[in-house]
């Protein structure tokens, strides 16, 4: 069984900075692309960067300047760095890994529990 643990969470005034961390454990054959996804009451959830396993990164516009998404092989961990952050980043975030457990299985997403992001002076 495939765990996530995400982190990093919190209050934040305006112009401030966050780093959110989410860690997977338990048999991973490989992981393909990570990525970031929040959502507050009564909007969909959106999708707010994905990196490949290359490194290969994207965006949402709203947030591109400001935040960077990162991972660690290694420790198979996805970041994301939040900087200059505005109230209208207030949401719960989730990570979201596409996984194979196996080579013969196909990969499948996993999601992270959500960390609460509350911008606010």
């Known amino acids: 069984q495939v765990q996530l643990v995400e982190s990093g969470g919190g209050l934040v005034q305006p112009g401030g900075s966050l780093r959110l961390s989410c860690a997977a454990s338990?048999?991973?054959?490989?992981?393909?692309?990570m990525g970031w996804y929040r959502q507050t009451p009564g909007k969909q959830r959106e999708l707010v960067a994905t990196i490949t396993k290359g490194g290969s990164t994207n965006y949402v516009d709203s947030v591109k300047g400001r935040f960077t998404i990162s991972r660690d092989n290694a420790k198979n961990t996805v970041y994301l760095q939040m900087s200059s952050l505005k109230p209208e980043d207030t949401a719960v975030y989730y990570c979201n890994l596409r996984l194979q457990k196996s080579p013969i299985v196909r990969p499948y997403d996993l999601w992270g529990q959500g960390t609460q992001v509350t911008v606010s002076s």
């Open positions: 338990g048999s991973i054959f490989s992981i393909n692309t």
